[in-house]
C-alpha cells in the first residue's frame, strides 16, 4: 500500500529529505494536514496508514503482529530515500517511529515525538511506571474484553472516553464513530505490540539524531510517564509540554504542535548544514597543507 502523500502544492522540491508523519490508533493520514500546511510545501510529507485503516486493510494474520509489522511501511520509505529523513508519530505513530529509527538510526535526520505509547518502558520506571501501567493495562483489558464479545461500539466508546475524556463518544460525529467501530478490533493488537514490545531501555541510548519529546499539560498518566522518561533516555532529546492541551493535541492544538514541530526539523536540517559546511572546510584546510 503506497503512503499517503499530504504535500501542500509547491513547484519547488524540499530542501532536505522527506518527512514521515505516523498518526495515532484510530486516526490517518489527514490528521498531519496541518503540519504539511505549516511546512509549506519545503518538505515532502509521507503519511503511511496504519493496518486497521480503511486505505491499508486489517492485519493479514499470518503470525502475531509487531511493531515491526506496523514500521516495515516507513521503513521501505526511507530504503527507497536518497536523503534522510524526519520522522513525526503521535501516540501509537510515536512508538512505531521509535522502532524505525531503532531499525535505520543512520538514515534519521531528527525526530518528534508527541506522547509516544511506549507502554513497555512503564515496567522500568519505579512506582510511577507501576501505577501508569496497571491504568493502561485496565484500558486495554476493557477494549479486548469488548471486542471479543463483539461489541465494537462500546471498545471504541471506552477508547475514545479514556484519551479524549468521559463524554466524548456521545459528542462525536456519527461518521467518526463508524469509522472508529470498524477500526476496533485492530485496537487489542496495538496495545499487546506496545506491552509486549521486547526493546530493552538502553537501545534508546544509541539514537544519537535531534528528538523533539512533546507532551500536553494535561497528559493522561501513562503517557505523561512515558515522555518525561524518554527524554532522559534520549541522548539529544529536548521535552516540551503544550499547554492547555491533552493527548490529542496534534488535532486539538494543531498549529501549536505543528509550529514547534516545524521549528524542530528547520533548526535541526541548519545545525546539519552547519555541520557540513565545517567538515567541508575542514577537509579542504587539511588537503592545502
Known sequence: MLPVNINVANPSPPWRG??????????????WSDLAKTLGGRYEVLAPEHYGCESTGPWTGEHPFT?????????????????????????????????VALAR????????????TAFHLLRHMGEP???????IAGLAWRLCDRVMSGDYRAAAAAFVDYWNGP?????????????LIRWAPKGPLD????????????????????????RGGHAPTPTRVIADGLSNLLPEARLMVI??????????????VSALIERHITESDARRSRAEILGATALSANAVS
Do not use: K
Open 243 to 256: 499547554n492547555g492541551a491533552g493527548h490529542m493535541g496534534p488535532l486539538t492544538h494543531a498549529a501549536a
Open 129 to 135: 511506571g507501576a501505577e501508569a501501567y496497571a491504568e
Open 67 to 99: 511493531l515491526a509489522d506496523e514500521a516495515a511501511r516507513s521503513i521501505a520509505l526511507i530504503d527507497n530515500s536518497e536523503e534522510n529523513v524526519h520522522l513525526v508519530g503521535h501516540s501509537y505513530g510515536g512508538s512505531v517511529a521509535l522502532h
Open 191 to 214: 496495545f499487546r505490540a506496545l506491552i509486549e514490545d521486547p526493546t530493552p531501555q538502553r537501545a534508546y541510548q544509541s539514537l544519537n539524531f535531534p528528538v523533539l519529546t512533546l
Open 18 to 31: 522527506p518527512v514521515i508523519a505516523l498518526h495515532c490508533s484510530g486516526a490517518g493520514a489527514g490528521q
Open 167 to 179: 463524554g466524548t463518544w456521545q459528542t462525536t460525529h456519527p461518521m467518526v464513530q463508524s469509522r
Open 105 to 116: 538510526p543512520d538514515r534519521i535526520a531528527s525526530m518528534a515525538l508527541y506522547e509516544p
